[in-house]
């Protein structure tokens, strides 16, 4: 079992920024990030493999940036020009792969509220 602990979030302006970090309990083939509004299915928001390859979600390319810290088994997520509808909650993510397939985990949650 991996444990994801996440750090940041919180309250900001239209237009400002903020930083959302992770740490896993050990190494681990990607990790990221993840958002979720009440009534809607969870959605990528970027996402990282340990060999440095990325996928963003379109709504935030260009906006948010994710880093990894290897040595550290740690994630951040930079988010700039943050807007009302990155509004929600966001959760840490991170992938294993095995012989008998992937294996998922996920973090509690941390809330982002942006206001205009």
């Known amino acids: 079992q991996v444990q994801l602990a996440e750090s940041g979030g919180g309250l900001v302006q239209a237009g400002g920024s903020l930083r959302l970090s992770c740490a896993a309990s050990?190494?681990?083939?990607?990790m990221g990030w993840y958002r979720q509004a009440p009534g809607k299915e969870r959605e990528l928001v970027a996402v990282?493999?340990?060999?440095?390859?990325?996928n963003y979600a379109d709504s935030v390319k260009g906006r948010f940036t994710i880093s990894r810290d290897n040595a550290k088994n740690t994630v951040h997520l930079q988010m700039n020009s943050l807007k009302p509808e990155d509004t929600t909650v966001y959760y840490c993510?991170?992938?294993?792969?095995?012989?008998?397939?992937?294996?998922?985990?996920w973090g509690q949650g941390t809330q982002v509220t942006v206001s205009s």
């Open positions: 050990r190494t681990i083939n990607a």
């Open positions: 993510y991170g992938k294993e792969y095995y012989s008998l397939g992937p294996r998922e985990y």
């Open positions: 990282m493999a340990n060999s440095g390859s990325t």
